[in-house]
């Protein structure tokens, strides 16, 4: 699905100026990329929200049309309002065809419940909720999918076990990205903090006898 949000070139800067560019209903955003000038400039609060809202947590490719020049883009960051959590600013980072990115896609698992080591009392863990790809834009993966329907208990999913197709992952290939734990270790960790905790006499109890004396 191709996305294309519309903006207009901002004529205004600073804080007011920002300010009342929100109060009209739109939101700033700069578009910026390596040894390219900034691009500043202003989007519907409605069409910039609804794209928001569909590609939530993913890093999807958009078409930005200023004033009738597209530009190819991605979104870098977003800046939230400290109080109520709306967005005020927006940064895109300019693409070009044929040019590689690095950029960080959220990770997924699929198919937890169907695991052997699900079915046998194990809690599959995600260790990472990121991993950072190099891709061209148009094979830039919305998230990288990691399918655990086999995982059995003490098994570990490595980055450089992870299917790739058109990207790479830049990270350490055994960086380790998902691990089973098992119910029995956590009632162990559990019972030996609860002893911790016994064995550690309250305020009031070390007190106690040297107020007998």
């Known amino acids: ?20 560019y929100r109060r009209e209903g739109f939101i700033p955003v700069v578009l910026y990329g390596k040894g ?20 939530h947590g993913e890093s999807v490719v958009l078409t930005v049309d200023i004033d009738g020049e597209q530009y190819m883009a991605i979104v870098k960051d977003i800046q939230l ?3 109520t959590d709306d967005v005020i600013h927006v ?25 052997p080591a699900t079915k046998a009392g194990g809690i599959i863990e995600l260790l990472t909720h990121t991993l950072a790809v190099k891709a061209e834009p ?12 086999n995982l059995e208990l003490g098994d570990v999913i490595y980055v450089k076990d992870i299917k790739t197709e058109n990207f790479t992952i830049s990270e350490d290939p055994d960086m380790p990205v ?3 734990l098992t119910e029995r270790k956590e009632a162990v960790a559990a019972e030996a903090e609860g002893e911790e905790t016994e064995e550690t006499p309250t305020e009031g109890e070390a007190e106690g006898p040297a107020s007998e004396q």
């Open 1 to 20: 699905m191709e996305h294309v949000v519309k903006a207009q070139l901002r004529d205004k800067f600073g804080r007011n100026a920002s300010k009342k």
């Open 36 to 55: 390219e000038k900034n691009i500043h400039a202003i989007m519907r609060k409605g069409d910039l929200m609804k794209f928001l809202h569909e590609t």
């Open 81 to 83: 309002h400290p109080v």
């Open 91 to 115: 940064d895109f980072l300019l693409l070009h065809k044929g040019e590689a990115i690095e950029i960080e896609v959220p990770v997924v698992i699929v198919n937890a419940d169907k695991a």
């Open 138 to 149: 148009q094979h830039i993966p919305a998230h990288i999918e990691i399918d655990v329907s």
């Open 178 to 180: 998902v691990t089973v």
